[in-house]
């Protein structure tokens, strides 16, 4: 599978923004998708994840603002977020789990995007 990544940019603490990522590749559908996030200086961590039987997982910090969603037609998964914070602040990449589900752990996921940077301004 591979992933494109796109939707990131500048906003300000309070709005919102939807990332998307489209995928390439026959098992789209019988794949978990998840999407990470990496700050300067941090380690990447998981943001949330959908299995391909549309289970959600959300971490802590976006839970409750933010919505994972996938598209099988368009081979598109999708990360909503809103109430933006500076903490949000980071470069978000989608992953291809290896499996039908999804775990916080970013072993589990075979394929990566190339990242798209969001950027919250307080």
């Known amino acids: 599978v591979q992933l494109q990544a796109s939707g990131g940019g500048l906003v300000q603490a309070g709005g919102s923004l939807r990332l998307s990522c489209a995928a390439s590749?026959?098992?789209?559908?019988?794949?978990?998708m998840g999407w990470f996030r990496q700050a300067p200086g941090k380690e990447r961590e998981f943001v949330a994840g959908?299995?391909?039987?549309?289970?959600?997982y959300y971490a802590d910090s976006v839970k409750g603002r933010s919505t994972i969603s996938r598209d099988n037609a368009k081979n598109t998964v999708y990360l909503q977020m809103n109430r933006l914070k500076p903490d949000d602040t980071a470069v978000y990449y989608c992953?291809?789990?290896?499996?039908?589900?999804?775990?916080?752990?970013?072993?589990?996921?075979?394929?990566w995007g190339q990242g798209t940077q969001l950027t919250v301004s307080s």
């Open positions: 590749g026959r098992t789209f559908s019988s794949s978990g």
């Open positions: 992953a291809a789990s290896r499996a039908s589900w999804v775990g916080i752990d970013s072993r589990v996921f075979g394929s």
């Open positions: 959908i299995s391909s039987s549309y289970t959600t």
